[in-house]
């Protein structure tokens, strides 16, 4: 049987397993995915221990998409633009490759018929996911970028990366809790935790009089999948606002891990199908 698993730190409600089996069965591939919870101060150890161990791939979630570069051998291109990997494939000679599937798993969930073309992005956080969804943001098109974070300050080498990486895209660091006017952008993308079941499920990134004062045209992406609803997306429609869930994009990734690994495509519906059922 061949073995699979995901590290991040915490992973009580982690969904990855159920998709993962999901794919490994529409492939008719006999696997197990494991969740191995993976504090920060234990990543060298776990490091070690798929290298002894016989996995032949795993994921990689918070908070370990960046620090996760410093041990890989060779790297995809979305990979080397985002600075941020999730997916890694072991090679026969126990060499890790690594790979960013989120930036796919990102754009692939915006419907084809939403233009962001030209237009003005607010993106809060700064993590694995915030790169993720820069980098596709700007496959759309997308001109101007807005980072709100907790500190400017532990943001300058952020920004700095950002400005270096997509020249024609112009960024600017905010204070995400002085949020009160977001009239001047085109979407809203949450790619902080706060929202995620077990942690802050009762909470959102924005309060509500800055959502009234978003654009009627303007769309809501919580990149968060449990709860498939979050408060902020919830708000968002109370407004009349497009929104989308960060089901698709989980899904996505995982189908490009799984494509990754086995160099096959397992079935997104089967995969989708068995998340929701569990959630």
Known sequence: MER???IGYPLGHSMSAVIHQAGFESLGIDADYEILETPPEHLIDR???????DFYGFNITIP???PMALFVDSIDKY???TGAIN???????RSFAGYNTDVLGFKTAIPNQMDLDGKTAAVLGTGGASRAAVLGLSDKGIKNIDIYTRNIANCIDYMAYLRRQ???????ALQIDRIKDLSKY???VNTTPIGMQGRSADLTPVEENAIETLPEHAVVYDVIYNPVKTVLLRLAEKYNHATINGVDMLVHQAVEAQKIWFNRTPDFNKMKSALLENL
């Open 64 to 66: 370990h998409k960046v």
């Open 87 to 93: 997916t890694i494939k072991i090679n026969p000679d």
């Open 79 to 81: 990979a080397d633009i």
């Open 186 to 188: 085109d979407i809203l």
């Open 166 to 172: 997509y020249p024609h895209i112009t960024f600017e």
């Open 4 to 6: 699979f698993g995901l």
């Open 47 to 53: 490091i070690k221990f798929f290298k002894r161990e």
